[in-house]
């Protein structure tokens, strides 16, 4: 942190001299250290608990010759430090043994068997000949949810998933019942576990008291194969561990171990349960040609020949720009560099995109706009220690469930300051002193983040003089600011002043300040100017103020980011080089190029945007208009039933390269097992399609791929990972800073009530994103319903209450029936309902409306 | 081994109660710091004779602790109780002289007749039994204290003489004693 700095300590461990932050436990000296001490309830990420006892160290400061915990005991200047001596040996030793005298020896089908801690210490303490009478408890295991099995007859009370819960997860979930002799762990009232099933209970338990039912395989979990890889589900890139048994992948597990990932062994529900999507019955096995309506299986040779002939008669019709490519944004950024080679240099066409870029293309602006500005952002692994965290319109236990344990982390051990802005009372437990939440009206995003600005400038909190000297155009701005006084914003926003002033000062203090973006933005009308906003006020206080300030731009995909790094836009080439002026730019309007025929050849690499893309009717008569259609996917979607041919592609455990995560960070993807049925990875359907062409590329493997991009996108260079992952850095950062003044006269403004009473939000539920996790089955029995969620006052007046069925229409004339429940998470007049199951399908009650979509409610008859 | 375990109420009964009483006490907290927690429920248990799940419900919301939290502290002391006690309350001593002397046997009798172990209510709600670790009468073991009543130097054959005097009906408890 730049605003604290901690005083290293100078300690002797075992006679070798290491030096220690000042406030770091003995134990983690050691660990640091590689010097084993025995331990059973020390976690890095928890609050010292000191529940085993088995963790003693002897310490000598200034003499005086003491025995400690070391889980508990911060280092101090000139300590000495003996571990594993006779007398420390032998108190562990007493305690380790009374753990032994209820543990059950039931090893070989354990999940923690040869991972095990209690194994381990009981190894290193040799502790062999207990003294005492073995008495075991035989309590049934308890299977009363879908996820998480409880044999508590393994517990030893260390208490690390009650911490973990509460300290990381913020939900406490979890408690210890009783005391003395019968303590145990438990639910409330003992009721069957209800919780945000991340699992992180599962990854520190020591001894298997708690195991993940999803898992495939009981037993002998360090005889699985291990395979490192990145999460295929949202875009805070978490490393995983797949674990996988005679060809299968079993389950998924964190890794916990120093400096893997940058999730520090944190998961959450979709990374750990989502497994299901890969060995999996629905998925597509063969390619297949569409005859008539009904798909035939044919051959790769067949496919790939045909889709390439079908190439060069269009390229040859209708020229090179009638031909046409969407990348999905869970493609790996190897993947993405040769779908837009193929497009760009095999085939002469620019009309490439993805859907977020086709959306909103001012998303690559503005992380350009950032790097200009002087904001190049620090790596995502310093969020934890924060001293502010501004989060803009997420919520992050369903957006990015990880990032919130992160943030957690700081609240505890950096005293991190946090402030929410939601339209929505978003559920967020942390341990902040200072936690401040902005709940504002609907739609009034732009507002709050203008106001944040000019709070800063009218009060002074940052040095105006010195930004008015190096930013040029700061004066321009101040005065678009003008009509963010204090009344005007309350009246928009519904926020009193002072809850905005007390943001404005906390962000604006000499700070490492970070910045988290919600995808909900992009449903405002106002996603550029809300992202120019909060912009403005980083490079106030950037050029201002003193520490740092980062931000990332709302990515909400596995490679989301990547797939623009690697030029899958019509707007740049590989490394953000811009395409020339000149290109016909139809991929820019793809939709109505496919429908008023400009484009006669459209290939979709793994999206399915009639349900994802937020214009699902013209989605569908640009499907029916084109010519000739591509599809390659994991799932037969709706999408690829509207295909002239369709290509299997294969899951994120079959196949190499790297994601890159929304804080640019370049992190490895590794298959973990071969592909199921004739699926191949997109990559390798890239390189034989070339060659069907009869153009084959010249880099045909993943390394070598990996070497021409760094040629080609400087900013790649010296960042494809092995197992350390690096963020990219722009190649020239503070170039031209300037400020984003928004007029928003000419925008549309978003419809008036009438009868239409309540704003409607969608986004991804915390069990479920993309169009894959619906196929995973331990996600759809934790997450099996869309349900839409009303303010219980709401809900009074229309006469509905909980686990009513609820008809919503919108002025799309679209209407869904969903289930409801009450809660005042959801502010009054707003309807919330996620956007991830296709039997609800949310996106043709906004059917390309740009701003808040206004729906009325009724009960279903 | 023996505790105090509160029986695990039956889930699928939707009883009806009433809040007011919950609403007041909580009404009349200075504040909601996490200190005033336990004398909350032990107001609340006064005015119910237990802890009902939907007055836990607010008191979660009040104090802004989890619910598992909640039931935590509750399981930790034997006094909290989650489901409706029998009318009377046996608390059973089990310190080493009344054990010595036929705790066990008292116990054993109890349950011959009534069906319940400690922590268990029986099934006409008249008894629930609880043990204690020392009731501080040791020259009187065994003893035990059944509702407001206390009993010494028990004879355990002579339990059931002793209990068959509660009954679930005032009127017929007091129609006895006159006799």
């Not at chain 1, 030793?93 to 032994?100: D, F, R, T, V, Y």
């Given at each position: 942190?730049?605003?604290?700095?901690k005083?290293?300590c100078?300690?002797?461990?075992?006679?070798k001299?290491?030096?220690?932050?000042?406030?770091?436990?003995?134990?983690?000296?050691c660990?640091q250290?590689?010097?084993p001490?025995s331990?059973?309830?020390?976690?890095?990420?928890?609050?010292?608990f000191?529940?085993?006892?088995?963790?003693?160290?002897?310490?000598?400061?200034?003499g005086?010759?003491?025995?400690?915990?070391?889980?508990?005991?911060?280092?101090?200047?000139?300590?000495?430090?003996?571990?594993?001596?006779?007398?420390?040996?032998?108190?562990?030793?007493?305690?380790l043994?009374?753990?032994?005298?209820e543990?059950?020896?039931?090893?070989?089908?354990?999940d923690?068997?040869g991972?095990?801690?209690?194994?381990?210490?009981t190894d290193?303490?040799?502790?062999?000949d207990?003294?005492f009478?073995?008495?075991?408890?035989?309590?049934?295991?308890?299977?009363?949810n879908?996820?998480?099995?409880f044999y508590?007859?393994?517990?030893i009370?260390c208490?690390?998933?009650?911490?973990a819960?509460?300290?990381?997860q913020?939900?406490?979930a979890l408690?210890?019942h009783?005391?003395?002799?019968?303590?145990?762990?438990?639910t409330?009232?003992?009721?069957?576990?209800?919780?945000?099933?991340?699992?992180?209970?599962?990854t520190?338990?020591?001894?298997?008291a708690?195991m993940d039912?999803?898992?495939?395989?009981r037993?002998?979990?360090?005889l699985?194969?291990?395979?490192?890889?990145?999460?295929?589900?949202?875009?805070?890139g978490?490393?995983?561990?797949?674990e996988?048994?005679?060809?299968?992948?079993?389950?998924?597990?964190a890794?916990?171990?120093?400096?893997?990932?940058?999730n520090e062994?944190?998961l959450?529900?979709?990374?750990?349960?989502?497994?299901?999507?890969i060995?999996?019955?629905q998925?597509?096995e063969?390619?297949l040609?569409?005859?008539?309506?009904?798909?035939?299986e044919?051959?790769?040779?067949?496919?790939?020949?045909?889709?390439?002939?079908r190439?060069?008669?269009?390229?040859?019709r209708n020229g090179?720009?009638?031909?046409a490519?969407?990348a999905?944004?869970?493609?790996?950024?190897?993947?993405?560099?040769?779908f837009?080679?193929?497009?760009?240099g095999?085939?002469?066409?620019?009309q490439?995109?993805?859907?977020?870029?086709?959306?909103?293309?001012y998303l690559n602006?503005?992380?350009?706009?950032?790097?200009?500005?002087?904001?190049?952002?620090?790596p995502?692994?310093?969020?934890?220690?924060?001293?502010?965290?501004?989060v803009?319109n997420?919520?992050?236990p369903?957006?990015y469930?990880?990032?919130?344990?992160?943030?957690?982390f700081?609240?505890?051990?950096?005293d991190?300051?946090?402030?929410i802005?939601?339209?929505?009372?978003?559920v967020?437990?942390?341990?902040?002193?200072?936690?401040?939440?902005?709940?504002?009206k609907?739609g009034?995003d732009?507002?709050?983040?203008?106001?944040?600005?000019?709070?800063?400038?009218?009060n002074k909190?940052?040095?105006?003089?010195?930004?008015?000297?190096t930013?040029?155009?700061?004066?321009?701005?101040?005065?678009?600011?003008?009509?963010y006084?204090?009344a005007?914003?309350?009246?928009?926003?519904g926020?009193?002043?002072?809850?905005?002033?007390?943001?404005a000062e906390r962000?604006?203090?000499?700070a490492d300040?970070?910045?988290i973006?919600?995808?909900?933005i992009?449903d405002?009308?106002?996603?550029?100017?809300?992202?120019?906003?909060?912009?403005?006020l980083?490079?106030?206080?950037?050029?201002g103020g003193?520490?740092?300030?980062?931000i990332?731009?709302?990515r909400?995909?596995?490679n989301?980011?990547g797939?623009?790094?690697?030029?899958?836009?019509?707007?740049?080439?590989?490394?953000?080089q811009?395409v020339?002026?000149?290109?016909?730019?139809?991929?820019?309007?793809l939709?109505?190029?496919?429908?008023?025929?400009?484009?006669?050849?459209?290939y979709?690499?793994?999206e399915?945007?009639i349900?994802?893309?937020y214009?699902p009717?013209?989605?569908?008569?640009a499907l029916?208009t084109?010519?000739?259609?591509?599809?390659?996917?994991?799932?037969?979607?709706d999408?690829?039933?509207m295909?002239?041919?369709?290509?299997p592609?294969s899951t994120?455990?079959e196949?190499?390269?790297?994601?890159?995560?929304m804080?640019?960070?370049v992190?490895?993807?590794?298959?973990?097992?071969?592909?199921?049925?004739?699926s191949?990875?997109?990559?390798d359907?890239?390189i034989?399609?070339?060659?069907?062409m009869?153009k084959?590329f010249?880099?045909t493997?993943?390394?070598?791929?990996?070497?021409?991009i760094a040629?080609?996108?400087?900013?790649?260079?010296?960042?494809?990972?092995?197992n350390?992952?690096?963020?990219?850095q722009?190649?020239?950062?503070n170039?031209n800073?300037?400020f984003?003044a928004?007029?928003?006269?000419t925008?549309?403004?978003?419809?008036a009530?009438g009868?239409?009473?309540?704003?409607?939000?969608?986004?991804?539920?915390m069990?479920?994103?993309?169009?894959?996790?619906?196929?995973?089955k331990?996600?759809v029995?934790?997450?099996?319903?869309?349900?839409?969620?009303?303010?219980?006052?709401?809900?009074?007046?229309?006469?509905?209450s909980?686990?009513?069925?609820?008809?919503?229409?919108?002025?799309?004339?679209?209407?869904?029936?969903?289930?409801v429940?009450?809660?005042?998470v959801?502010?009054?007049g707003?309807?919330?309902?996620?956007k991830?199951w296709?039997?609800?399908?949310?996106?043709?009650?906004?059917?390309?409306e740009?701003?808040?979509?206004?729906?009325?409610?009724?009960?279903a008859? | 081994?023996?505790?105090?375990?509160a029986?695990?109420?039956?889930?699928?009964?939707?009883?009806?109660?009433?809040l007011a009483?919950?609403e007041?006490i909580?009404?009349?907290?200075?504040?909601?710091?996490?200190?005033?927690?336990?004398?909350?429920l032990?107001k609340?248990?006064?005015?119910?004779?237990y802890?009902?799940?939907?007055?836990?419900?607010?008191?979660?919301?009040?104090?802004?602790?989890t619910r598992a939290e909640?039931?935590?502290?509750?399981?930790?002391?034997?006094v909290?109780?989650?489901s409706?006690p029998?009318?009377?309350?046996?608390?059973l001593?089990?310190?080493?002289?009344?054990f010595v002397k036929?705790?066990?046997?008292i116990?054993?009798k109890i349950h011959?007749?009534?069906?319940?172990?400690?922590?268990?209510?029986?099934g006409a709600?008249?008894?629930?039994?609880?043990t204690?670790?020392c009731l501080?009468?040791?020259?009187?073991?065994p003893?035990?204290?059944?509702?407001?009543?206390?009993?010494?130097?028990?004879?355990p054959?002579?339990?059931?003489?002793?209990?068959?005097?509660y009954k679930?009906d005032?009127?017929?408890?007091?129609?006895e004693?006159?006799?």
């Amino acid at each position: 942190m730049s605003v604290v700095t901690k005083k290293s300590c100078n300690i002797k461990i075992d006679g070798k001299e290491v030096s220690a932050a000042e406030g770091t436990v003995i134990l983690e000296a050691c660990k640091q250290n590689d010097v084993p001490v025995s331990n059973l309830c020390y976690n890095r990420k928890l609050l010292p608990f000191a529940a085993c006892r088995t963790c003693m160290v002897e310490t000598v400061v200034d003499g005086k010759k003491e025995l400690v915990y070391s889980c508990t005991q911060p280092v101090a200047e000139g300590m000495e430090i003996r571990t594993g001596t006779e007398e420390t040996n032998r108190y562990n030793k007493a305690c380790l043994e009374m753990l032994l005298v209820e543990h059950p020896l039931d090893c070989p089908i354990c999940d923690k068997s040869g991972v095990c801690p209690l194994q381990d210490n009981t190894d290193m303490l040799q502790m062999f000949d207990g003294r005492f009478e073995i008495q075991r408890r035989n309590e049934p295991s308890i299977k009363t949810n879908p996820i998480i099995e409880f044999y508590l007859n393994r517990c030893i009370m260390c208490g690390l998933c009650v911490r973990a819960c509460d300290e990381i997860q913020g939900v406490q979930a979890l408690d210890f019942h009783k005391r003395g002799m019968s303590v145990s762990i438990g639910t409330a009232n003992d009721e069957p576990l209800d919780c945000e099933f991340c699992g992180q209970c599962i990854t520190v338990c020591p001894t298997g008291a708690l195991m993940d039912m999803t898992s495939g395989a009981r037993g002998l979990v360090a005889l699985f194969t291990d395979t490192h890889t990145t999460c295929n589900y949202c875009s805070w890139g978490c490393t995983i561990k797949l674990e996988s048994k005679k060809g299968q992948v079993i389950r998924i597990e964190a890794d916990e171990g120093y400096d893997v990932g940058i999730n520090e062994g944190n998961l959450c529900a979709k990374g750990r349960l989502g497994h299901g999507i890969i060995h999996n019955a629905q998925r597509i096995e063969s390619p297949l040609i569409n005859v008539g309506g009904s798909y035939k299986e044919i051959t790769w040779e067949e496919a790939l020949q045909t889709i390439a002939d079908r190439m060069q008669a269009t390229v040859n019709r209708n020229g090179p720009d009638s031909l046409a490519g969407v990348a999905s944004e869970k493609l790996t950024n190897e993947e993405s560099y040769l779908f837009q080679k193929m497009f760009r240099g095999l085939l002469g066409s620019n009309q490439i995109t993805n859907l977020a870029n086709l959306r909103a293309p001012y998303l690559n602006s503005f992380t350009l706009n950032c790097f200009a500005n002087g904001i190049a952002s620090q790596p995502i692994t310093k969020l934890q220690e924060a001293d502010v965290v501004l989060v803009f319109n997420s919520d992050l236990p369903s957006e990015y469930p990880v990032g919130g344990n992160s943030i957690r982390f700081g609240t505890v051990f950096s005293d991190t300051d946090l402030l929410i802005a939601n339209p929505r009372k978003v559920v967020f437990d942390s341990r902040a002193k200072v936690d401040v939440r902005m709940t504002y009206k609907h739609g009034a995003d732009l507002a709050v983040a203008s106001r944040l600005s000019r709070i800063i400038i009218d009060n002074k909190l940052v040095d105006v003089a010195k930004i008015n000297s190096t930013v040029a155009n700061y004066e321009n701005w101040v005065q678009s600011l003008a009509p963010y006084t204090a009344a005007m914003t309350e009246q928009t926003t519904g926020l009193p002043d002072d809850v905005l002033t007390r943001a404005a000062e906390r962000f604006a203090r000499d700070a490492d300040r970070f910045v988290i973006v919600g995808n909900d933005i992009l449903d405002t009308n106002h996603g550029e100017e809300i992202l120019n906003a909060l912009l403005n006020l980083c490079t106030l206080v950037r050029h201002g103020g003193g520490g740092s300030v980062s931000i990332y731009p709302p990515r909400e995909h596995c490679n989301s980011q990547g797939v623009n790094d690697m030029g899958c836009t019509p707007e740049f080439l590989p490394g953000y080089q811009p395409v020339e002026d000149s290109a016909a730019n139809l991929a820019g309007d793809l939709l109505r190029n496919c429908i008023n025929g400009a484009l006669k050849f459209l290939y979709i690499a793994g999206e399915d945007p009639i349900h994802s893309y937020y214009k699902p009717q013209l989605v569908k008569e640009a499907l029916r208009t084109v010519p000739f259609l591509v599809v390659t996917d994991v799932f037969m979607t709706d999408t690829a039933r509207m295909a002239d041919l369709v290509l299997p592609a294969s899951t994120f455990a079959e196949k190499d390269g790297t994601y890159t995560n929304m804080s640019r960070h370049v992190q490895r993807v590794a298959a973990a097992v071969i592909p199921q049925g004739l699926s191949k990875p997109d990559f390798d359907i890239l390189i034989e399609l070339a060659a069907a062409m009869g153009k084959p590329f010249q880099n045909t493997d993943v390394v070598s791929v990996q070497q021409e991009i760094a040629t080609v996108a400087s900013i790649y260079k010296g960042v494809f990972p092995g197992n350390k992952s690096a963020q990219w850095q722009p190649d020239s950062a503070n170039a031209n800073p300037k400020f984003h003044a928004n007029d928003t006269s000419t925008k549309q403004r978003d419809a008036a009530a009438g009868d239409y009473p309540f704003t409607l939000q969608t986004n991804n539920h915390m069990f479920h994103i993309g169009s894959y996790s619906q196929h995973a089955k331990a996600l759809v029995e934790i997450g099996p319903e869309c349900v839409a969620e009303l303010h219980p006052d709401d809900a009074k007046e229309l006469g509905i209450s909980a686990g009513d069925d609820i008809v919503v229409e919108s002025a799309a004339e679209s209407k869904v029936k969903v289930k409801v429940k009450t809660t005042k998470v959801t502010s009054r007049g707003m309807l919330y309902i996620p956007k991830n199951w296709i039997d609800v399908p949310v996106n043709t009650l906004r059917n390309g409306e740009e701003g808040l979509v206004r729906v009325k409610v009724s009960k279903a008859g | 081994m023996a505790t105090n375990d509160a029986t695990i109420a039956d889930q699928d009964v939707d009883e009806e109660i009433d809040l007011a009483p919950t609403e007041e006490i909580i009404k009349n907290l200075a504040d909601n710091s996490r200190s005033l927690l336990i004398p909350t429920l032990q107001k609340i248990q006064n005015a119910y004779r237990y802890l009902p799940a939907p007055a836990m419900e607010l008191l979660a919301e009040f104090f802004n602790i989890t619910r598992a939290e909640i039931y935590g502290v509750i399981s930790f002391y034997p006094v909290l109780l989650i489901s409706e006690p029998g009318k009377y309350i046996i608390k059973l001593c089990y310190g080493t002289a009344c054990f010595v002397k036929g705790a066990p046997i008292i116990g054993d009798k109890i349950h011959d007749r009534y069906h319940i172990r400690p922590g268990e209510t029986d099934g006409a709600k008249l008894f629930t039994l609880q043990t204690a670790s020392c009731l501080g009468n040791c020259g009187a073991a065994p003893m035990a204290i059944v509702g407001e009543d206390t009993y010494g130097n028990i004879d355990p054959e002579k339990t059931l003489d002793i209990l068959g005097e509660y009954k679930i009906d005032d009127a017929e408890m007091l129609e006895e004693a006159a006799v």
